[in-house]
């Protein structure tokens, strides 16, 4: 009789989980993280929980053999239990890490900062990140902790000096602090959350005069070594392959450095599937892995020397990593590749599920916000898609397609998607409808780049060999650059304006689940599953629908030094606003296409781009007044109360004029305007107890008409 009996998981888990003992761990250890993160308990509370279920755990073990038997269930809850512990506590200790010891409060400080990384180039600023040690606001200096992200304007000839400072530089600046804040804009990007999750939690504009090197700082020895290593891979990259694109391509495609990409070839590149090539992964891990596996072959063959080849692999695994800067999607392909080298070191070739389990929780544990990083999602939601249905979709297209290699290429390709393309659904909303036409060639082109990447970095000293490996690497990226341009032009290349909330994510996977249970296994129930998931899934789209269908909202959004308004109606647009907000482009897609998407909308209308005259427009029996320079006469002369005025562009004029002229309910202020100015009128608004938006302080204004 054995002594140990199996959880309520392994009981009525279906197979492949009856085979992964640690999913049946991270799924508790996930959920605690998740818990934590709404509810917040105290530590002491999670200390004593812990403690509880240690105790209740140590009670059952010494009951009856047969008692324990009979009620194995009980075990198996408890250790499920405590993994839900274990998982709230690791979220309530990074938050306590991460957080500031002391909040600084909006204004002007003096601040002693060392750099967490160099400072890179922007158009009109340099970049920097820097961990807080000091502040003050008068002569006595505060110790605090905290990141805060550094933007250095490039008005002297001091700036030429920033891209040689190291990190660990230690710098005094005088900086006027303000909090992380979100743009406001309806269905925007989440940026304050994703700043705390990194322990950012300020950012500030900073005068080069008023910024000055202290010494002292430094990082550890293998940070700074790590860091140089990287930098020296770029300065390779930069001189052997002088092309600006090319160039950022590379470093992207290497060592996973995305800084020096345009903005509109990242575009592309998701347009088309295969952004993966520029996000370092486990694609580019798993090519190193086997080029090294074969070079160091022939020391399998030696009793003796067989340990240098697994050590060498683990080596390897882990300094690309490090260079690649440590990103989940990396971490994620370095632990898996870990634990199977050293498998195959021992002779012990664990099943993938739990190599897949034990290296979630590692990096979850290492840091649990990785949970909500896309890169951590949808890297192990491709490996679990690839693992689970590529065996059945690869002898399906061995049938149909004549090339093996291309079957199997296609059948990983597919297998991705069936997981991934849900999570891309709802953080992106979009789908590449070319995605494995595009995967076909970009995969292997990419691995003949990568590998002569790699030769580059190793032949540089030879100066004569690197110039022409890197004028060949240069024509490759700009064929793969060119290609993938092409087919973002294709017709319909993407189907975008996708919308879909996380109870509809959820309808998804469990119909994903409940079909492959009735396909793969046979089991009706599971094909009875998928339908129920389906339609709720329809019925959740359609609800929505229908409320979209009767909306009716006015929108200004936040934008910098511009003006841009959505009049919506049903589902249908009229845009106001500057033109580079309406081309197709960066700007529109960035600030206003995602409130475009969550509002469902079908046709967009332009009223002004030009920006030249005031207007007066009627929606639900409301007006609402557009003003962008002094009031005319042509309106003057018109009786209004209106619902809203909008003032743009600095008109030179006074609420209290306009409250007498038009008496109206609510003044909003856009970006367009000086904060000067903004601020002018916030003073006569607070004077004359009247009420105005600023949009560049409060985000976008939105009213329901």
């Known amino acids: 009789m054995e ?31 998740w818990v934590q993160s709404y509810c917040s308990f105290s530590g002491f509370n999670l200390l004593w929980a812990g403690i509880l279920g240690c105790l209740g755990l140590a009670c059952f073990n010494q009951l009856p053999l047969a008692w324990r038997y009979q009620w194995f269930w009980i075990s198996g809850i408890a250790i499920q239990y405590l993994f839900l512990v274990l998982g709230m506590g690791v979220y309530w200790q990074q938050v306590a890490q991460t957080r500031p010891t002391t909040l600084l409060q909006p204004g002007k400080h003096a601040l002693l900062l060392q750099l967490e990384e160099p400072p890179t180039e922007r158009n009109k600023t340099f970049k920097a990140v820097g961990t807080i040690r000091q502040y003050s606001i008068t002569d006595t200096p505060q110790y605090t902790t905290g990141k805060i992200i550094l933007y250095f304007k490039k008005d002297t000839a001091l700036f030429r000096q920033l891209p040689s400072l ?50 002292g700082g430094h990082l550890s020895t293998l940070s700074t070594t790590l860091w140089r290593l990287r930098l020296r891979v ?60 074969f070079m160091l072959a022939p020391l399998e063959r030696s009793a003796k020397w067989r340990w240098v080849k697994y050590v060498l692999l683990l080596f390897v695994i882990w300094l690309f990593t490090a260079i690649a800067g440590g990103m989940p999607s990396i971490a994620r392909s370095a632990v898996m590749f870990s634990l199977i080298i050293l498998g195959q070191w ?64 296609m059948a990983v390709t597919l297998a991705a998607q069936i997981f991934t393309t849900p999570i891309s659904w709802y953080h992106f909303h979009q789908f590449p409808v070319y995605f494995l036409i595009a995967n076909l060639w970009v995969v292997p082109l990419s691995g003949f780049l990568l590998y002569g990447l790699m030769a580059l970095v190793l032949v540089y000293p030879f100066p004569v060999l690197a110039k022409v490996l890197g004028r060949v690497l240069s024509r490759g990226i700009e064929w793969m650059n060119v290609g993938i341009t092409a087919m973002d032009q ?92 309406w081309e197709e482009g ?53 009786a209004l109360h209106p619902e809203v005025i909008i003032l743009s562009q600095n008109p030179n004029v006074s609420l209290q004029e306009l409250y007498r002229q038009w008496p109206c309910k609510q003044f909003v202020a856009d970006a367009s305007n000086p904060l000067w100015k903004i601020n002018q009128w916030k003073k006569e608004a607070e ?19």
Not at 255 to 267: A, F, K, M, P, S
Not at 499 to 518: K, L, R
Not at 612 to 636: D, E, F, G, H
Request: net charge positive.
């Open 490 to 581: 294709w017709p319909h290349a993407v189907w975008g304006g996708i919308q879909m909330n996380i109870w509809q994510v959820a309808f998804i996977f469990v119909a994903i689940a409940g079909a492959s249970m009735g396909l793969l296994q046979k089991r009706m129930a599971g094909i009875f599953v998928a339908l129920l998931a389906m339609l709720g899934f329809a019925g959740i789209r359609s609800i929505d629908f229908l409320g979209k269908q009767y909306q009716t909202r006015l929108i200004v959004y936040k934008v910098p030094a511009a003006t841009a308004i959505d009049i919506i109606q049903g589902r249908n647009c009229q845009f106001m606003g500057a033109q580079e907000y």
């Open 346 to 409: 021992f002779n012990r070739n664990a099943p993938i599920y739990n190599n897949l389990s034990a290296s979630a929780c590692l990096l979850l544990c290492y840091n649990p916000f990785n949970l909500w990083d896309v890169g951590f999602q949808l890297s192990y939601a491709a490996v679990l898609g690839i693992v689970l249905f590529q065996p059945a979709i690869q002898q399906l297209l061995i049938r149909i397609v004549p090339f093996k290699k291309i079957a199997q290429l």
């Open 3 to 33: 002594t140990a009996a199996p959880s309520i998981f392994l009981h009525f888990g279906p197979n492949w989980l009856q085979k992964a003992p640690m999913l049946r761990l991270m799924l508790p250890f996930i959920t605690g993280i």
């Open 687 to 705: 004077a004359l107890h009247l009420r105005l938006h600023s949009i560049p302080e409060s985000g976008a204004f939105m009213l329901n008409l």
């Open 166 to 215: 190291q990190p660990g530089t230690q710098l005094v600046i005088q900086a006027n602090v303000q909090p992380i804040i979100n743009s406001g804009n309806p269905g925007s990007f989440d940026y304050i959350n994703w700043c705390h999750r990194k322990g950012i939690y300020y950012q500030s504009f900073v005068q080069m005069q008023q910024c000055m090197v202290a010494p």
């Open 234 to 293: 770029l300065n390779v990259l930069q001189q052997y392959i002088p092309d600006t694109g090319a160039s950022g391509v590379a470093a992207a495609l290497l060592i996973g450095y995305r800084n020096y990409l345009d903005r509109e070839l990242v575009q592309a590149y998701s347009n088309v599937g295969v952004v993966h090539i520029i996000a370092i992964s486990g694609l580019h891990l798993g090519m190193i892995y086997g080029l090294f596996f």
């Open 586 to 638: 960066y700007l529109r897609n960035f600030h206003l296409q995602p409130s475009r998407i969550v509002h469902r909308i079908q046709n967009i209308q332009v009223l002004d781009t030009q920006l030249t005259a005031p207007k007066i427009i009627s929606l639900q029996q409301k007006q609402i007044v557009w003003l962008n320079k002094p009031v005319m006469a042509t309106l003057t002369a018109n």
